[in-house]
């Protein structure tokens, strides 16, 4: 182990595969074949191994798992246009735990990317896949099957677009505990997933009853199934009264245009009322100096003059004054 750096990815995968196989046979002598506790102990090796060398040998550069990852993400993003349909799957999203568990199937396999172990990213993609198995028993009330689970698989697949999907299919494919991946669910999911992602990388217009030329026209952008049907465009709200309520899709692109108009109209009215107001702002001096105006015309100010006159000066009010007081004398 102490030369991880200078081996290559697959020299060190069978390094550690071999390691993998020495322990868990001299586990199995030391529990007389006791199955659950050599699993349990090999976990614990497993996760003790893989977090010291997970930066050294997850997605490592004498491998080209980086470009497969860019290219499966850009083969993605071009199928954006694929719908549920297409794949056939058995799922309706418009009933809320179906679309719950999709929600939640997409969260897991994002997740299995931030997981360091691969007995962890591995259980992301089991948890992934149970709620992708609950979706479709919730659509068809009854168990379902695997041909139901791979094209439903893909579709999460491509609304997710998980990071680095190839890197961490190679990293639990090189590192991780082959027992895990050979027997139980977890080996059967994840043997699913490598089947999704191939299916994804040779995906063609036949694989989804379309014509080539079709095909190309998606991929490129050059038409979009969404808008192009085989009944012809997409057609408006107001044309089919109930397509709203069978398609999610439609019920709120009409909701968002109901929302859309009514914030039209009050913003026109709020527009007129702040021209009003503006109107009146700029019309009112003019208006109070007019009014003041009139006031003045018609009722003039007049200023009377008038004079004062000192309390003692020679004139008849004085004659209504009071005689001045005389001093009193009194004996003491």
């Keep these: 182990m102490s030369n991880k750096k200078d081996l290559g990815a697959d020299e060190l995968s069978e390094c550690v595969q071999d390691f993998y196989q020495n322990m868990s046979d001299r586990l199995m002598s030391h529990f007389k074949g006791s199955l659950d506790s050599v ?96 979706a479709i028993r919730i659509t068809k009330k009854e168990p379902a099957s695997a041909d139901d689970f791979l094209p439903a698989l893909i579709y999460i697949v491509l609304k997710a677009n998980p990071p680095r999907l190839q890197s961490n299919i190679q990293y639990i494919t090189r590192f991780c505990n082959p027992s895990r991946l050979m027997t139980g669910e977890d080996g059967y ?18 694989s989804l009853n379309l014509s080539q030329e079709e095909f190309e026209r998606y991929m490129s952008g050059q038409a979009s199934p969404r808008f192009n049907s085989s009944e012809g465009d997409w057609p408006h709200t107001g044309s089919a009264p109930g397509m709203a309520a069978t398609n999610p899709v439609l019920a709120q692109l009409s909701q968002n245009l109901e929302l859309l108009s009514g914030l039209s109209s009050r913003q026109e009215s709020l527009m007129e009322a702040a021209q009003s107001l503006q109107a009146d702002l700029l019309s009112w001096p003019e208006r109070v100096h ?32 009071p005689p001045p007081l005389t001093p009193q004398v009194f004996a003491g």
């Excluded at 105006?293 to 006159?309: A, F, N, R």
């Design 290 to 321: 007019r009014e003041v105006q009139d006031i003045l015309e018609k009722y003039p100010l007049e200023v009377l003059s008038c004079t004062v006159s000192a309390i003692d000066a020679n004139n008849m009010d004085n004659d209504n004054l």
């Design 39 to 134: 699993e349990q102990v090999m976990d614990q090796v497993e996760k003790y191994i893989m977090t010291r060398l997970y930066k050294s040998v997850f997605c490592p550069e004498t491998t080209d798992d980086e470009k497969k990852d860019l290219a499966t993400q850009n083969r993605i993003r071009a199928l954006h246009w694929v719908t549920i349909q297409m794949l056939c799957v058995s799922m309706e999203e418009e009933i809320p735990e179906v679309s719950e568990n999709v929600v939640n199937a997409i969260t897991d396999i994002i997740e299995m990317d931030s997981k360091r172990v691969p007995r962890d990213k591995l259980a992301c993609i089991t948890r992934c896949s149970k709620h992708i198995f609950s």
């Design 189 to 206: 999911y994840f043997t699913n997933l490598c089947c999704a992602a191939a299916f994804i990388e040779k995906l063609d217009g036949q």
